[in-house]
């Protein structure tokens, strides 16, 4: 049974203040004196997909920065007017709730002796990959973050902030280490893994995967760095069918279901239409996907929202335009923490880049054929999508190709689509009139709570926490 418990890092022991040596009555015989790793895991697993597919970060931001969504009322972040206030929960949620909960995690295995050697090192590689992931999801978001200093509170309670390469190098050493140390073919945890149910040669090709991701994303930045992080990776060692996607799957209890679902559903709240830009590019293109992604309006037809108008003419519209798919925001929907179309695109682009050997054309239309299958269309329509769509028939060469099949690709991974949209440049998407900046934000401005609890180690690296318009290390275009 999958395991998804909201449990503290730390539970407190009861005990009994007496003068006499009475010490087994000091603790508590009925509450638990540590949480086990397994549940660690678990419960941090179920944050991090909450945070990144939830409201805040994937809804609210992601999938407006990148023009997917818009807001039909409470029209704010679609104009970018966020600040320091805007994403301090998110903020406290990974560092607290999940890197915290996986650093006690990686503690207690490492100081079980009883652990096989074997299954020690998967476990540890295991919390590994996902603390690397939550990080690279946070520098590629923020910039400079804590890293080096953050889970030590007592030795640090005012973390430095390590540069955006210095996180870079350390997501790419506990990925390396973990691909070396992760025995494919032994065990994990017995249980509380949700994403592939302890399955290590599954863990292991996600991890390949997403380093091949950090490699790619560094290409601009750091060529030769990027180039022989990719010498040692093999496409067969990465997840290349969908059978092997890296997908999280929430649960009907209102407790753990999809964060989009408590949104709509049990909040009651319908803020987001599906955008005139995205329904029109899936249009134009007679792409069979928009209708896993976007639902009929009131009088059966895709009608889209303008991006980023003004509050009132939002909700002039809002009976009239299409929300997401229902299915999107069911209780089960799953997130997509990586999969196979990401991989078969970004060994396109690595071929196109001379880090690979292939045909980058079969690997744009083997890209296309798994983002097709995974959405429930067949060879067939992906085979028709292509003819339609070739690969050498977009006036930007490979970065407008890959730019704007991942943009359609990544529908619903609102951060991911952020990011690549910012490092390929495609698709060219508008300022709205009513943004209240001159660009389309690059970067989340820093949390209040470091503003004010940490702000002596983030003023070396910012002079302004406000700042969304600055690019990242690797966003040089």
């Not at 994403?195 to 290590?200: F, T």
């Given at each position: 049974?999958k395991?998804?418990l909201?449990?503290?890092v730390?539970?407190a022991?009861?005990?009994?203040q007496?003068?006499?040596d009475?010490?087994?009555?000091?603790?508590?015989?009925?509450?638990?004196?540590?949480?086990p790793?397994?549940?660690?895991?678990?419960?941090?697993?179920?944050?991090i997909?909450?945070?990144?597919?939830?409201r805040?970060?994937?809804?609210?931001?992601?999938m407006?920065?990148?023009?997917?969504?818009?807001?039909?009322?409470y029209?704010e972040?679609?104009?970018?007017v966020?600040?320091v206030?805007?994403f301090?929960a998110a903020w406290i949620?990974?560092?607290?709730n999940?890197?915290?909960e996986?650093?006690e995690?990686k503690k207690?295995?490492t100081?079980?002796?009883?652990?096989l050697?074997?299954i020690?090192n998967?476990?540890?590689a295991?919390?590994d990959?996902l603390?690397?992931?939550?990080?690279?999801?946070?520098?590629?978001a923020?910039?400079?973050?804590p890293l080096?200093?953050?889970l030590?509170?007592?030795?640090n309670?005012?973390?430095?902030?390590?540069?955006q390469p210095?996180?870079?190098?350390?997501i790419v050493?506990?990925?390396q280490?973990?691909?070396?140390?992760m025995?494919a073919?032994?065990?994990?945890f017995?249980?509380?893994?949700n994403?592939?149910?302890n399955n290590a040669?599954?863990w292991?090709?996600f991890?390949n995967?997403l380093?091949?991701?950090?490699?790619?994303?560094?290409a601009?930045v750091d060529?030769s760095?990027?180039r022989?992080i990719i010498?040692g990776l093999?496409v067969?060692?990465m997840?290349?069918?969908?059978?092997q996607?890296?997908v999280?799957?929430?649960e009907a209890?209102?407790?753990?279901a999809n964060?989009?679902?408590?949104d709509?559903?049990?909040d009651?709240r319908?803020?987001?239409?599906?955008?005139?830009?995205?329904?029109?590019?899936?249009?134009?293109r007679?792409d069979?996907?928009?209708s896993?992604?976007?639902a009929?309006?009131?009088?059966?037809?895709y009608?889209?929202q303008?991006?980023?108008?003004?509050?009132?003419?939002a909700?002039?519209?809002?009976?009239?335009?299409?929300?997401?798919?229902p299915?999107?925001?069911?209780?089960t929907?799953?997130t997509?923490m990586?999969?196979?179309?990401?991989?078969?695109f970004?060994?396109?682009e690595?071929?196109?880049?001379g880090?690979?050997?292939?045909?980058?054309?079969?690997f744009?239309?083997?890209g296309?054929?798994?983002s097709?299958e995974?959405?429930?269309?067949?060879?067939?329509a992906a085979?028709?999508?292509?003819?339609?769509n070739?690969?050498?028939?977009?006036?930007?060469?490979?970065?407008?190709a890959?730019?704007i099949?991942?943009?359609l690709?990544f529908y619903m991974n609102?951060l991911?689509?952020?990011?690549?949209?910012?490092?390929?440049d495609y698709?060219?998407?508008?300022v709205p009139e009513?943004?209240?900046?001159?660009?389309?934000?690059?970067r989340l401005?820093?949390?209040?709570?470091?503003?004010?609890?940490?702000?002596?180690s983030?003023?070396?690296?910012t002079?302004?926490?406000?700042?969304?318009?600055t690019?990242?290390?690797?966003?040089v275009?």
């Amino acid at each position: 049974m999958k395991l998804k418990l909201f449990l503290p890092v730390v539970l407190a022991l009861f005990v009994f203040q007496s003068c006499e040596d009475i010490t087994e009555l000091n603790v508590n015989p009925n509450a638990p004196t540590a949480v086990p790793p397994a549940f660690l895991v678990s419960e941090a697993q179920y944050q991090i997909n909450d945070r990144l597919a939830g409201r805040n970060l994937n809804a609210e931001w992601g999938m407006l920065m990148v023009q997917h969504w818009a807001q039909n009322e409470y029209a704010e972040e679609s104009r970018y007017v966020v600040d320091v206030t805007s994403f301090d929960a998110a903020w406290i949620d990974l560092y607290a709730n999940a890197l915290s909960e996986l650093d006690e995690a990686k503690k207690q295995v490492t100081a079980n002796e009883g652990l096989l050697p074997a299954i020690r090192n998967n476990q540890i590689a295991l919390i590994d990959i996902l603390m690397a992931y939550t990080y690279h999801n946070l520098t590629d978001a923020y910039g400079a973050i804590p890293l080096s200093q953050a889970l030590s509170p007592l030795e640090n309670p005012l973390p430095d902030y390590d540069t955006q390469p210095e996180v870079y190098a350390s997501i790419v050493s506990m990925l390396q280490g973990a691909i070396s140390s992760m025995d494919a073919g032994a065990a994990i945890f017995d249980t509380g893994d949700n994403v592939y149910n302890n399955n290590a040669a599954m863990w292991k090709s996600f991890a390949n995967s997403l380093l091949f991701r950090v490699a790619m994303r560094m290409a601009d930045v750091d060529e030769s760095g990027a180039r022989t992080i990719i010498s040692g990776l093999n496409v067969s060692d990465m997840i290349v069918e969908n059978s092997q996607n890296a997908v999280y799957e929430f649960e009907a209890n209102d407790l753990v279901a999809n964060p989009l679902y408590i949104d709509v559903v049990v909040d009651t709240r319908d803020d987001f239409s599906v955008t005139e830009e995205l329904i029109t590019e899936l249009q134009d293109r007679n792409d069979p996907r928009i209708s896993a992604y976007v639902a009929l309006n009131p009088d059966g037809v895709y009608q889209g929202q303008p991006f980023g108008l003004i509050d009132a003419e939002a909700f002039a519209l809002k009976p009239f335009t299409s929300r997401p798919a229902p299915d999107l925001r069911a209780a089960t929907a799953p997130t997509v923490m990586m999969d196979a179309a990401e991989v078969h695109f970004l060994v396109a682009e690595a071929i196109e880049r001379g880090f690979m050997d292939g045909d980058a054309a079969e690997f744009y239309a083997s890209g296309i054929a798994r983002s097709m299958e995974y959405w429930g269309f067949d060879q067939a329509a992906a085979v028709t999508y292509v003819e339609d769509n070739p690969y050498d028939g977009y006036e930007g060469g490979w970065r407008q190709a890959l730019g704007i099949q991942k943009w359609l690709a990544f529908y619903m991974n609102g951060l991911q689509a952020w990011a690549e949209w910012r490092r390929l440049d495609y698709p060219q998407l508008e300022v709205p009139e009513a943004g209240v900046t001159g660009s389309i934000p690059v970067r989340l401005p820093y949390p209040l709570t470091e503003t004010t609890t940490n702000g002596s180690s983030l003023d070396a690296v910012t002079s302004n926490p406000n700042d969304i318009t600055t690019k990242l290390w690797w966003d040089v275009n």
